[in-house]
């Protein structure tokens, strides 16, 4: 905390949103995030921040403030890479951000393994439908299924992955397995939600178009659409690399496989600059490897089946 400026502490709080948010990312009280603020604002003769006990507000001053800060905070980040490029160690603040989807627990767990490995490191990991503007919000790599339109921004493919209709033996058993994209109809659908943030009520065919789907469990997570699945509780759409080691064994069986599905590219987004900072060249080359896997399983851990989660 002694080594972030003001400025810095301004351009935190606002994009935390609140002060204790603030103060629990950088680990240090509320009561130091408010005596910091207050004499920033007492050195600017301005009040930059309206806060009441259910909202916080930037003030006219705040807004035309906090423009000049980001990018001063910027050329901070900046510095402190210059330096730390001399020796190549890792070191500084490494900001991530991830849309809800079937990456998040792969990038969890590389970004615990890239902590053990950089004890000079502080790791931030947002989990956000939200399109973070990575040069203004100061983060260091983006997962972005589309490439950027913004052409400071570089898209670096990590992989290529196929999204696969599946279902546990034990649900297909019950219900019968679909023979044609229009069955899906008469069958219990898990869906995650779209980028609006409701539920998807259409699924992509290989050959074009979309097919109507129905359910009762929607998440925005991969991970307990995944188990939902092997409990029996529908039919998924989920990437292959998640399900391998579930339908490697007969826990889960493919369905529709000609018809139903799309392929998706993820790429890993940073802001453009001559020379990458040791802390993302070195986070980029520990998960390019593990998100081209065949099998997620090695990384995140089997599913447990539904006998296991019965015990």
Not at 78 to 96: F, I, N, T, W, Y
Not at 113 to 134: G, I, K, M, N
Not at 178 to 196: G, K, M, T, V, W
Not at 237 to 251: F, I
Request: hydrophobic share 45%; charged share 25%; with cysteine.
């Amino acid at each position: 905390m002694n080594s972030i400026t003001d400025i810095e502490l301004f351009v935190r709080i606002v994009d935390s949103g609140t002060l204790a948010a603030a103060a629990a990312s950088l680990g240090v009280t509320r009561s130091t995030v408010a005596r910091r603020l207050a004499q920033l604002e007492r050195q600017l003769e301005v009040k930059l921040l309206i806060r009441t006990p259910r909202r916080m507000a930037l003030t006219p001053a705040g807004k035309e403030y906090l423009g000049y800060a980001r990018r001063i905070a910027a050329d901070i980040r900046r510095a402190a890479e210059a330096v730390s490029r001399v020796d190549q160690v890792p070191r500084g603040v490494l900001k991530v951000t991830s849309p809800p989807g079937f990456t998040v627990d792969v990038i969890a767990s590389v970004l615990a393994e890239y902590a053990h490995r950089y004890p000079q490191t502080h790791v931030e990991f947002l989990v956000t439908s939200r399109l973070v503007d990575l040069i203004a919000e100061g983060y260091d790599v983006a997962l972005r299924i589309t490439p950027p339109e913004d052409s400071a921004l570089i898209a670096h493919r990590a992989y290529k992955s196929r999204l696969q209709a599946v279902a546990s033996a034990a649900y297909l058993d019950a219900r019968g397995t679909p023979q044609s994209a229009a069955d899906l109809s008469e069958h219990d659908c898990i869906r995650a939600f779209n980028s609006s943030g409701n539920p998807r009520s259409r699924w992509p065919l290989i050959a074009g178009g979309s097919v109507a789907v129905r359910g009762r469990v929607v998440s925005n997570s991969m991970a307990a659409l995944r188990r939902a699945v092997v409990a029996g509780l529908g039919v998924g759409l989920l990437p292959v690399e998640l399900v391998a080691h579930e339908t490697s064994r007969g826990l889960l069986r493919p369905v529709l496989t000609e018809l139903v599905g799309v392929e998706v590219t993820v790429n890993l987004v940073f802001p453009e600059r001559l020379h990458l900072a040791p802390r993302v060249r070195a986070f980029i080359d520990m998960a390019i490897p593990v998100l081209r896997r065949t099998d997620w399983a090695e990384v995140v851990g089997p599913c447990p089946s539904v006998d296991r989660l019965a015990e």
